[in-house]
């Protein structure tokens, strides 16, 4: 057998083993270790396992992959019996060895991860259930479409992007698999990009089989896992939280064509810091520039200008304030943007502040010095 056969044939050995012991979702991977040819997994049940995961973060946090110290402390917590196997190969970083990250790829589809800050768009079709079955799915399509075609620009231009995305039946959750302060400024202007594209195919294209949108953009914490159907957990993950919500909540009172950011703090790491939302956006224009010479809708990209309104009796920075059904706040910026294309006029997405008749959301002023110094409200 060839190396890259007994790869191969390690690989479907250890998806079996994971699948035989996940047991149709009833259980879970919480961690895994290797020595030499041998793998070991802990598989607990989903509820242990997050109700452990106060007490050992790790368990739902990071890679699954630990030290052997870190995974027999795992077993312990959670009362679970190993599960080790030999494997055709050697795991290992070394010349001739199978790297770890190979296998953590395969478990990662049998956890559930959270994840403390990312950038998440949700879209939103407007009226869609007034549109026949036909002209749903060709909504639907379209958008999908424009998904695509952002990504590929981005990773045109080195901004690396792998855009993954669920279904809420009338739009889609958005979300850049990358993570990171650079990952969410890609994910913004891939929002910029998917409504050019839209825009573009609204204006010369049916306008009943094209969706009018709206748009919600806000960073935030949330689980991934992957959807037990049948008797597999598919390849593609799903997320749920903070995040998610606080989308849903502020999509609610959007109009159609509206742009909506919601006001976030994203860490920079280490001693960078935190930027809020005007400041996120602020760099997310300096990295725009390097979209310039993309071709948008068959012309040449020259530039993509972003910036938040206030209404017109108000002087300075508003930030709209939109209440729940749950009698919750959740605090967002309106958004209008610039997409500069040559010889052509300027496309402008989201709505101006004299579109905003109808907006049920209340305007405040916004303090961005002390944004920094208090979590965003909820």
Same mark, same amino acid.
């Not at 402390?73 to 070394?94: H, I, Q, S, Y």
């Not at 990312?118 to 079955?133: E, G, N, W, Y």
């Not at 305007?363 to 110094?373: N, R, T």
């Given at each position: 057998?060839?190396?890259?056969?007994?790869?191969?044939?390690g690989m479907r050995?250890?998806?079996f083993?994971?699948?035989?012991?996940? =047991?149709?979702?009833?259980t879970?991977v919480?961690?895994?270790?290797h020595?030499?040819s041998?793998?070991?997994?802990?598989? %607990?049940?989903?509820?242990?396992?997050?109700?452990s995961?106060?007490?050992?973060p790790?368990l739902?946090?990071?890679r699954r992959?630990m030290?052997a110290?870190s995974?027999?402390?795992?077993?312990?917590l959670?009362?679970?019996? #190993?599960?080790?196997m030999?494997l #055709?190969?050697?795991v290992?970083t070394?010349?001739?060895?199978? %790297?770890?990250l $190979?296998?953590?790829?395969?478990?990662?589809?049998?956890?559930?991860?959270?994840t403390?800050? =990312?950038?998440?768009?949700?879209?939103?079709i407007?009226?869609?259930?007034k549109h026949?079955?036909?002209e749903q799915v060709?909504?639907l399509? @379209?958008?999908e479409?424009?998904?695509? %075609?952002a990504a590929?620009?981005?990773?045109?231009?080195?901004?690396r992007t792998?855009l993954?995305?669920?279904t809420?039946g009338?739009?889609f959750?958005?979300w850049n698999?990358?993570?990171g302060?650079?990952?969410?400024l890609? @994910?913004?202007l891939?929002?910029l990009?998917?409504?050019a594209d839209?825009?573009?195919?609204?204006q010369?294209?049916?306008?009943? $089989?094209?969706p009018t949108?709206?748009?919600?953009f806000?960073?935030g914490?949330?689980?991934?896992?992957h959807q037990?159907e049948?008797?597999?957990?598919r390849g593609f993950?799903?997320?749920?939280?903070?995040?998610?919500?606080a989308?849903a909540?502020i999509?609610a009172?959007?109009l159609p064509?509206?742009?909506?950011i919601g006001?976030f703090?994203?860490e920079?790491?280490?001693s960078?810091?935190?930027?809020e939302?005007?400041?996120?956006?602020?760099?997310?224009e300096q990295?725009?520039?390097? $979209?310039?010479?993309?071709?948008?809708?068959?012309?040449?990209?020259?530039?993509l200008? @972003?910036?938040?309104t206030?209404?017109?009796?108000?002087s300075g $920075?508003?930030?709209?304030?939109i209440?729940d059904?749950?009698?919750?706040t959740?605090?967002a910026f309106?958004?209008r943007?610039?997409?500069?294309?040559e010889?052509?006029?300027?496309?402008?997405l989201?709505?101006?502040s004299?579109?905003?008749?109808?907006?049920?959301?209340?305007?405040a002023?916004?303090?961005m010095?002390?944004?920094l110094k208090?979590?965003?409200?909820?």
């Amino acid at each position: 057998m060839s190396e890259a056969d007994a790869v191969r044939q390690g690989m479907r050995e250890i998806d079996f083993v994971l699948h035989s012991s996940w =047991r149709l979702g009833k259980t879970i991977v919480a961690g895994w270790t290797h020595e030499g040819s041998r793998a070991s997994f802990c598989f %607990s049940e989903p509820y242990t396992v997050l109700g452990s995961a106060e007490e050992l973060p790790r368990l739902v946090r990071g890679r699954r992959l630990m030290d052997a110290a870190s995974f027999t402390e795992t077993c312990k917590l959670l009362r679970a019996r #190993p599960l080790t196997m030999d494997l #055709p190969f050697n795991v290992g970083t070394a010349k001739g060895e199978v %790297s770890p990250l $190979l296998i953590e790829n395969l478990v990662k589809r049998y956890t559930i991860s959270a994840t403390e800050s =990312r950038a998440v768009i949700l879209f939103d079709i407007v009226s869609f259930s007034k549109h026949t079955p036909l002209e749903q799915v060709a909504q639907l399509s @379209s958008l999908e479409y424009s998904i695509n %075609s952002a990504a590929k620009r981005l990773n045109q231009a080195g901004l690396r992007t792998e855009l993954a995305r669920s279904t809420v039946g009338d739009g889609f959750y958005v979300w850049n698999r990358g993570e990171g302060p650079d990952a969410d400024l890609r @994910s913004w202007l891939a929002l910029l990009l998917i409504l050019a594209d839209n825009a573009l195919a609204r204006q010369k294209g049916n306008q009943k $089989l094209v969706p009018t949108l709206r748009a919600a953009f806000t960073i935030g914490s949330h689980f991934s896992y992957h959807q037990v159907e049948g008797t597999t957990p598919r390849g593609f993950e799903y997320i749920v939280g903070e995040v998610t919500i606080a989308l849903a909540r502020i999509i609610a009172k959007a109009l159609p064509g509206q742009i909506l950011i919601g006001q976030f703090q994203r860490e920079l790491g280490g001693s960078a810091g935190a930027i809020e939302t005007l400041g996120f956006l602020a760099r997310a224009e300096q990295i725009a520039a390097s $979209l310039s010479g993309l071709e948008v809708g068959h012309a040449t990209l020259l530039g993509l200008r @972003s910036r938040t309104t206030s209404p017109g009796d108000k002087s300075g $920075l508003t930030v709209y304030r939109i209440g729940d059904k749950h009698g919750y706040t959740h605090q967002a910026f309106n958004t209008r943007v610039t997409v500069d294309r040559e010889n052509c006029d300027p496309l402008m997405l989201g709505c101006g502040s004299a579109d905003l008749a109808g907006f049920g959301a209340e305007p405040a002023p916004y303090d961005m010095k002390a944004a920094l110094k208090r979590p965003t409200e909820r």
